[in-house]
């Protein structure tokens, strides 16, 4: 059964290899880390970062997004992709805000408990748990450790969990994850997910988890000759750049 032990040795690794990161000082607004996060949703942390920073640039304040049309909004956010959709979500989420918080910022969040920040981000519309999780990380500076896709994928590799999705995964991982190293873990799964353990064909013969990890294919894809990718790309977050 997997404990906290193991985590702690996959995280030292890690960090061996990677280094240990370094969460900037300046905290970012939570709502400003939510649109983010709805441009990253389905491209790369550049081109999402190239989105956010042509809106920012076109639109310095939420509320001057807020009343911009929806197409000039799409225009402004083109090189992330998915614009149409991803305009209407971001026009219609500073709508909802202002009609709760009776301004653009998320007054009291700072304030609530953990669980209830995941229920009152998750209850708008394009707000998944992955994201309120990265807002408690990021922006909040919580003992939170957010999962996606390719940290589920990587977390039922190494064998640390058995689950079915992310969100079970995330729930699985609340107790495991030591404190003070959920960001830590949580950036380099990141780095080591774009790098080594890719989703279609994982680089186990450069893996340095290979002899700890339970991947029942790891032998498999040990022997293809695949070049771990360059760091460059790999080490850029969306989240710490807004
Ligand atoms: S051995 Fe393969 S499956 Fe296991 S962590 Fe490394 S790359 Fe991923």
Same mark, same amino acid.
């Given at each position: ?23 900037? =000082? ?34 310095? =304040? ?7 049309? !929806? ?20 026009? /219609? ?23 209830? !920040?995941?229920?009152?981000?998750? /209850? ?8 309120? /999780? ?9 003992? !939170? ?15 640390? !969990? ?6 079970? =995964? ?28 890719? /989703? ?15 991947? +029942? ?8 000759? =695949?070049?771990? +990718?360059?760091?460059?790309? +790999? ?8």
């Amino acid at each position: 059964m997997t404990n906290e032990h193991d985590v702690t040795r996959f995280i030292h690794l890690l960090e061996a290899h990677l280094g240990v990161p370094r969460q900037k =000082t300046k905290r970012t607004e939570p709502l400003d880390m939510l649109i983010g996060t709805l441009l990253s949703q389905n491209t790369n942390d550049r081109n999402s970062h190239r989105a956010y920073i042509e809106l920012r640039r076109r639109y310095p =304040t939420w509320k001057k997004v807020a009343e911009a049309p !929806v197409g000039a909004i799409a225009s402004a956010i083109r090189v992330g992709g998915m614009k149409n959709q991803k305009s209407g979500r971001i026009k /219609a989420l500073l709508r909802t805000v202002h009609k709760d918080y009776g301004s653009y910022r998320l007054r009291g969040i700072e304030k609530m408990m953990n669980d209830e !920040v995941i229920s009152t981000l998750t /209850a708008y519309h394009g707000i998944g748990f992955k994201t309120a /999780a990265c807002v408690l990380l990021f922006s909040l500076r919580r003992e !939170v450790f957010p999962v996606d896709t390719h940290i589920h994928r990587i977390c039922n590799r190494l064998g640390l !969990v058995k689950t079915k999705n992310p969100y079970q =995964t995330f729930e699985a991982m609340k107790s495991l994850v030591p404190t003070g190293k959920s960001y830590s873990f949580h950036t380099n799964l990141i780095r080591f997910g774009r790098t080594v353990c890719l /989703a279609q064909r994982p680089r186990c013969g450069q893996c340095l988890l290979y002899d700890a990890c339970g991947f +029942s294919e790891k032998e498999k894809f040990a022997s293809g000759k =695949t070049a771990v +990718s360059s760091r460059r790309n +790999s080490d850029f977050m969306l989240l710490d750049e807004i």
